[in-house]
């Protein structure tokens, strides 16, 4: 008798929803969809090189097409399931004929940058890779790190004020990780040192960053704002020959060095974690450490060494908020970004590449709805942003997958108790 899994049990469910879900959309997307005006998909946004200007297709049409794209997604998670195997590919493919055949219905007589959408999806989901790459070098280790919010929050300030007074932004970048750093040297001081809750902890951090910052933001940044509050902002570098790849070359080489270190730090943390003696201790403490203790491995001291090079990581991300963009620092600009980080690592289950994939499906639908509501489409931007928390939902509720974090995350290490 071919008894089933647990995980097999959960990607059958994941299968059965996507079925269900490509059954509601053929309907309302197809069926129902009573819109003739041609959606245009716009493809160029610069000067790089022409493979297709734009893309005309009826509504009813593109939507099909998608839908079938999707209906292949459920096929080809259907097919891996029956082998024993993930449905990730089936999974991804079928999400990409989901927001596809979405745009085709939503989009009915509408312009749709399709290339400034992926590239402002790229720009929004910088910080949230920064925190939540953070948020793994921490949870690795066995800290929960709640102040994401607070690290990218004092970056921010402490980037625009630096730029400011220095008037040179790349003093900014500088400071930026360091400012991350104090944060982090808290976290890590009270957690490992005394043992205090870490959920607590973080949470106070956070109030303790929002204060600071308004404080000064209210009594020095606002009335003295020429001297304090104007550092300016970096400008894009595009690369030579890959900028000028349509599509991609803009939403990926026509960035900030801000975007650039960030794909250097998301290489060196893979590599880093599961290629190098360092990225093995890490792991170990995080899930036994008195495993790691016993081969020799100082658990607290590694962990208090994580904990600030997270702060380094997350305060890179904060110098976004401000020299990477605006070059201006407000109250409270981080709004709730390092806990969608936060969420975006729960969603990615504690890996570099599934918080990746998690941040810019964050990025992306945050700016796709925005694009939406600029172009006009009668649809509540509300809604548009309640999917991805619905997403993470689903994750950590274990309908497509199993979530679990280290087993020794959160826990503090005191030597020679078990």
């Known amino acids: 008798m071919n008894v089933l899994s647990s995980q097999q049990k959960r990607q059958k469910r994941g299968i059965i929803a996507m079925a269900v879900m490509l059954f509601v959309f053929f309907i309302i997307f197809y069926l129902n969809s009573n819109k003739s005006e041609d ?55 079928f999400g990409l004929g989901s927001i596809m055949s979405f ?7 509408k312009f749709i940058p399709v290339t400034g959408l992926l590239q402002g999806a790229i720009m929004l989901s910088v910080p949230l890779i920064f925190g939540s790459m953070a948020g793994l070098l921490c949870e690795k280790s066995g800290v929960i790190n709640i102040a994401i919010e607070g690290q990218l929050l004092f970056a921010a300030f402490t980037a625009a004020v630096v730029a400011s007074v220095t008037q040179n932004v790349f003093y900014g970048i500088i ?29 106070v951090i956070n109030v303790l960053v929002l204060g600071l910052t308004n404080f000064f933001y209210t009594t020095l940044l606002v009335p003295y704002e020429s001297t304090w509050n104007i550092g300016g902002s970096l400008s894009t570098i595009p690369i030579p020959l890959l900028s000028k ?68 990581v997350a305060g890179t991300g904060g110098a976004y908020f401000t020299v990477g963009t605006i ?18 690592l729960i969603f990615g289950k504690w890996t570099p590449r599934g918080a990746i994939l998690a941040a810019l499906f964050f990025g992306f639908a945050n700016n796709l709805q925005g694009t939406l509501s ?42 020679g108790k078990k």
């Open 245 to 312: 790849i349509p599509i991609i070359g803009p939403t990926l080489f026509n960035q900030t060095i801000i975007v650039y270190l960030m794909y250097a730090f998301v290489v060196f943390i893979q590599i880093a974690l599961f290629k190098t003696r360092w990225g093995l201790r890490t792991r170990a403490i995080g899930e036994l450490p008195v495993a790691a203790d016993s081969v020799g491995i100082d658990v607290n001291k590694l962990r208090f060494r994580n904990v600030l090079l997270s702060g380094l």
């Open 175 to 203: 400071a930026a990780p360091i400012a991350g750093a104090l944060v982090s040297l808290i976290l890590a001081f009270f957690s490992i040192r005394f043992q205090v809750d870490q959920v607590i902890l973080g949470f």
């Open 39 to 93: 959606v245009v998909f716009a493809f160029i946004l610069g000067d790089e090189w022409k493979l297709i200007n734009e893309w005309k297709i009826d509504p009813r049409t593109g939507a099909l097409i998608f839908l079938v794209l999707t209906l292949l997604g459920v096929l080809t998670s259907l097919r891996s399931f029956s082998r024993g195997k993930g449905i990730n590919l089936g999974v991804y493919i």
């Open 327 to 344: 070059g201006t620092f407000s109250q409270n600009m981080t709004s709730g970004a390092g806990f969608i980080a936060l969420a975006c």
């Open 374 to 415: 600029i172009i006009g489409v009668p649809i509540p931007s509300e809604f548009m942003l309640m999917i991805p928390y619905i997403a993470t939902i689903i994750a950590v509720s274990g309908v497509v997958g199993r979530v679990r974090a280290p087993a020794a995350d959160g826990i503090p290490y005191i030597r």
């Open 103 to 109: 745009m085709c219905w939503a989009g009915a007589g």
